[in-house]
């Protein structure tokens, strides 16, 4: 275990749940990885995608709140953005 006073913070880096948190989508489950929105979602809150005995590689338990909002919110804006570009000036 770790201590503020005692280590370093690249010592910190190095462990390994530190550095797969860091490695972006590489880190990512295999259905994330295939999501159309994992580069907005990024897999979800990292905590969200623990697993007994898998560890943090799994999509999280709330996948499906955050994938109705973004596309919602998706939707939404290009809907708009084709009124605003579709408009005559």
């Known amino acids: 275990m770790l201590h503020v006073l005692r280590d370093s913070f690249d010592t910190a880096l190095l462990l390994p749940s530190v550095?797969?948190?860091?490695?972006?989508?590489?880190?990512?489950?295999?259905?994330?990885?295939?999501?159309?929105?994992?580069?907005?979602?990024g897999g979800g809150l990292y905590p969200h995608r623990y697993r007994s005995g898998a560890g943090f590689r799994n999509p999280s338990d709330y996948c499906r709140d955050p994938y109705r909002l973004i596309t919602h919110i998706r939707r939404h804006v290009a809907d708009d953005v084709a009124l605003l570009t579709a408009a005559p000036r």
């Open 19 to 41: 550095a797969a948190r860091q490695s972006g989508e590489q880190a990512l489950p295999a259905r994330c990885s295939s999501c159309a929105i994992a580069r907005v979602c």
